[in-house]
């Protein structure tokens, strides 16, 4: 390997690894918030990189009818529970929120916007398309389940990821798509040559991960959700709605989720279950982080994308076992640290 | 004759019938549920009742279906040597694994179960001698004396043996020594260790015997379908694996075997009726199953299988018919007893921090045996984690602690009770399902010996029978003898602190230590308490006893240690300790 192979996989690595530090970030914020373990997140990624394709191809994408579908069954759940409580605002509110709304989206899209749209639009409008994913999946499926136990959380989360993988087989179609670089730019500096579209993964990487530091340090619903995360019951006493926070963890999480697969998109080939494997990476990297420091997930997810790029290089078909098999040794060095009897779990 | 027993008669007339004259699809759909069934009760084993979750059984599955599909192909074995071949790498990778995994908290299990399943997946996709992703195939047929499992039909009495003999085994396992061991991993954790049992050992043994029986399963699968590749022991059979477990109802046994049944024939009909229903095909079973699980786990947690049992369950007086005790059981051998005035525990200047709190600060004390110390204190002072110091449940920062002479700090707490010290805690700690009966045999852990092989096959009955007849004669002891078949969560709190007592009793300990024995107690129980005690301070056993009833401890115990604040501020005698003016400040403010 010489100097500017070498160079070249560790672009590669970096680009990987800001994706996955993306990625890594939404699920420590998800758990520590939620205590869900969001085997899903990478689903978000695969369906906005497929809805953009499908935007490309001129085709209604199948995120559309998996928006609307959910909107009705939490329409449905939201107005038996207000006819139960018999609160009629609650009622309204259901049927703006979760009928209207889709339904006006819905009828833009089929009938309204021109076929030819420029690239900025299409990812706006494949954004709007997943992000509210993120707090309907949140009402329908953990929401009833809000204070089960971890594990119960997890197996649901792992029911859904299944769920959401068949659906998007099923929306989607077997064959992968690649949607069209945000820039064909090159620079040569030295042996090295660097591409528009890894100086816009990492750029929004970094913006990303610099604004929600931003949000939790200096506004009242960042600091609501991080105090949330510190201790449940206290930040509801406090009047910090659970589910309030719970419902803007999850929305944070797809608009995450939705961005990455816009990045990564133009660089990967997406399938329907592409974002299972890009989503245990960012996995790999918040375990690395102990699912609860942000940097240290960051670094991990850094750290998976170099060890993949290598391992690619001289193994390229044990990459996957390679990364899979780098938790190994950090649950060791973890389970070291730790070595006083484990108090129960209540 | 209740109404379990002639269920299980049923299913096994099924089982060993069935294939005489059912159709060939339910055979097929039969031999299925009980492959799926062996994984899925290993999964109940560790997920339901030991509560650690795995996505990774699936791995084991391909470990013992590749094992025998190379032996007996490319070597040339016969297909059983490689099943005992398969069984030794599946358990040695078992073993591995929970080593580096079993000791973590919660959720980093199951994440890790996920990663090393993928792992051991796409090793095996890759490997060239394993035939990479295309598999091998052409296994041999099965043999025993002479008789070839060549067709379904026949195969199938073979996996149903497999079946009902894990069956058997598991339920005898459970309901043993060891299987209360077992028990205590979900809820019972710290209390076990305090009682002797070694946690990490219990979590790797239902680890390794959950890998054992998946290996099985997947030789059994190579060997019905003479093939084997990658695809069906990757991550996703791992996850429908736990589906199962989860869907039947992951606490028990049968309940896993009722969810591999449901999963296999709904998917099995799905896949024929669906994509007729629907105009198209696709994964519509999978969202089917993907969703029933989530709607499954939001209304009903522990699954199916309880609305079943309770339709089994012998009706009448609605009283579950307990383990019986047997009088004439031999009695445990008891420690000798130490001569009063042997010096038991002996602790110099501990110290516990909590980052920068200190809770302990260099308290010293001693107990002897034949005598009664009580430990004082307000709220906060830091009684309750010397206990925890003493007894092993957490480590010294620094200072020492021995027991008969021998040092102890930094032992584990089971090695601790070994050595004759047993204690109750504050919170109750015990498991709400249980009988009072089986909750006080735990205490009895390290009188027994039985190991998990002579459990599974209830060869230790004759001990066994010991073991209950001293819980119960401990029970009998506190006063709960006549509650002994009610569920422990089922008590007054009252009761449960007796039940802890007596379960530390059944330890046949040296030291006694006791947090807060009277608190909840009426006078009469209060009284019968403190005659207990002085009972067994007669007998020679050391108690170290913390208490806020003063009426109770001064007429009690023969001498004080009072804390305020995680120091050692008064010891002597009760009338002393009525007169110290620090104790005094401490409890009722300074006098003036």
Known sequence: MDFSIAAFLVQDGLISGAVYALLGVAIVLVFSVTRVIFVPQGEFVAFSALTMAALQAGKTPGTLWLLLMASAVACMLELVGSFKTGDKSRAVRALLVYAVAPAALAAVMLWVLPPQLPMLVQALIALLLVVPLGPLLYRIVYQPVAHGSVLVLLIISVALHLALTSFGLLVFGAEGSRTPTFSDERWQVGPLSITGQSVWVIGASVVAIALLAWFFTYTFRGKALK???????????????????????????????????????PINTMFYDTGFMIGLKGFVAAIVGGLVSYPLAALGALLVGLLESFSSFW????????VFTLILPVLLWRSLRTHQIEEDEE | MNRGRIGVAVFVAIVVLGPLFLPEGIITMLNYTGLYGLVAIGLALVTGIGGMTSFGQAAFVG??????????????????????????????TAL???????????????????AWGLSLYFLAGNMEFLG???????????????????DPRKFSYLIWAFVLLAIWLLRNLLASREGRAIRCLKGGKVMAESMGVNIPRSKIVVFVISALLASVSGWLYAHLQRFVNPTPFGLNYGIEYLFMAVIGGAGYVWGALLGAGIITVIREWLTDVLPGLLGQSGSFEVIFLSILTIVLLQRAPEGLWPFIAGRFAAKGDGKKAGVPVEDK????????????????????????????????????????????????????????TMFNLVSGVLPLTSGSVSFLGKPIDGLRAHDIAKLGMSRTFQHVKLLPNLSVLENVAIGGHLRGSAGI??????????????????????????????LKHVPAGGLSLGDQRILEIARALCADPSLLLLDEPAAGLRLKEKEALAALLRKLRAEGMGVLLVEHDMDFVMGLVDRIVVMEFGQKI?????????????????YLGSVE
């Not at chain 1, 406090?238 to 929305?251: C, Q």
């Not at chain 2, 025998?68 to 599946?90: D, F």
């Not at chain 2, 599974?456 to 001293?470: F, G, K, M, N």
Request: aromatic share 6%; glycine share 12%.
């Open chain 1, 227 to 265: 105090a949330t995360s510190v201790n449940r019951v206290g930040a509801e006493l406090m009047a910090i709605s659970p589910t309030g926070a719970g419902s803007l963890a999850f929305t944070l999480a797809a608009a995450i989720g939705g961005l990455s697969g816009l990045l990564i998109g």
């Open chain 1, 315 to 322: 193994a390229s078909s044990y990459k996957e076992f390679a």
């Open chain 2, 63 to 92: 470990i013992g279906a590749y094992a025998t599909a190379y032996l007996s192909t490319a070597a040339g074995w016969s297909p059983w040597a490689a099943l005992v071949v398969g069984i030794v790498v599946t358990c040695a």
């Open chain 2, 96 to 114: 591995l694994l929970g080593a580096l995994t079993l000791r973590l908290a919660g959720h980093y299990l199951p994440l890790s179960t996920i």
């Open chain 2, 132 to 150: 990479g992703h295309s598999g091998l195939s052409n296994l041999p047929v099965v043999q025993l004396a002479g008789f070839a499992f060549d």
């Open chain 2, 329 to 384: 059981a031999m009695p445990l051998p008891k420690r000798s007893a130490e001569a009063a005035g042997t010096m038991l525990l002996e602790v110099k200047q501990a110290t516990k921090r909590f980052g920068g709190l200190v809770a302990v600060g260099g308290v010293s004390l001693e107990v002897k045996a034949g005598e009664i110390l009580a430990l004082l204190g307000p709220n906060g002072a830091g009684k309750s």
């Open chain 2, 453 to 482: 092989g002579r459990s599974a096959l209830h060869l230790e009955r004759a001990e066994e029978a010991s073991l209950l007849a001293e819980a119960y004669r401990q029970l009998d002891r506190v006063g709960l003898g006549q």
């Open chain 2, 570 to 586: 008064a010891e002597g005698l009760p009338h002393e300790i009525q007169e110290n003016p620090a104790v005094l400040e401490a």
